[in-house]
């Protein structure tokens, strides 16, 4: 993964496989997608992503659409008998990458609840498993605003927030407890049963 701050907006490179990567380009939210050929949005990721002695390596275009940049959340996650998971309960931007890691945080509190239910006969985690499950949905959707709001462009900043920003890229990147506590939340919170 590579996340890149710059005066153009933000740039992320996820890589899914040795031969396919996940790209995204921050751009308005109803920009066209038709006005980004695919020669378009390589050029503008070799300018986002320009370092000296590394270049992006360019490949066939597979995908492309425009990605709102939202947060959304069900509270509770259960009606009755249905139990929602993923993103029928919860969306993320994709600054964060954790909407995967977040669904399966779901489908392993809800098996679990439903193993015991089968099991013992006893609907006790069944019962918890909204508030279990939001206490991981918040501390997620804290952790995507904080890196959305540390690397994305917005087009109400002033020059204040530019150096807010910088200065917040330079703590996380300077200081052994900002780094730990990326580190921490990037790789995923430990399961809470």
């Known amino acids: 993964m590579i996340y890149t701050y710059h005066d153009r907006g933000f740039a992320l490179l996820s890589m899914r496989s040795e031969k396919i990567s996940r790209l995204y380009l921050q751009c308005k939210p109803d920009e066209d997608i038709n006005l980004w050929p695919d020669e378009r949005i390589w050029q503008e990721l070799d300018t986002r992503f320009a370092s000296e002695g590394w270049r992006l390596t360019r490949g066939q275009v597979l995908q492309k659409g425009v990605t709102g940049m939202r947060s959304f959340v069900v ?9 929602l998971a993923g993103d029928s309960a919860h969306i993320v931007p994709p600054t964060g990458a954790k909407g995967l890691n977040l669904a399966v945080a779901d489908v392993r509190v809800l098996a679990r609840a439903l193993t015991h ?7 006790k985690l069944l019962d918890t498993y909204s508030e279990t499950c939001l206490r991981r949905v918040w501390k997620v959707q804290r952790f995507s605003w904080w890196m959305t709001s540390m690397l994305h462009r917005f087009p109400d900043d002033n020059p204040f927030d530019s150096r807010r920003q910088l ?3 330079d703590y996380v990147t300077s200081s052994r407890a900002a780094s730990q506590s990326l580190a921490e939340n990037y790789v995923g919170l430990p399961m809470e049963w």
């Open 75 to 83: 509270e509770p996650m259960r009606y009755g008998r249905l139990f």
């Open 167 to 169: 200065a917040e890229l």
């Open 117 to 123: 239910f089968y099991a013992a006969g006893s609907a």
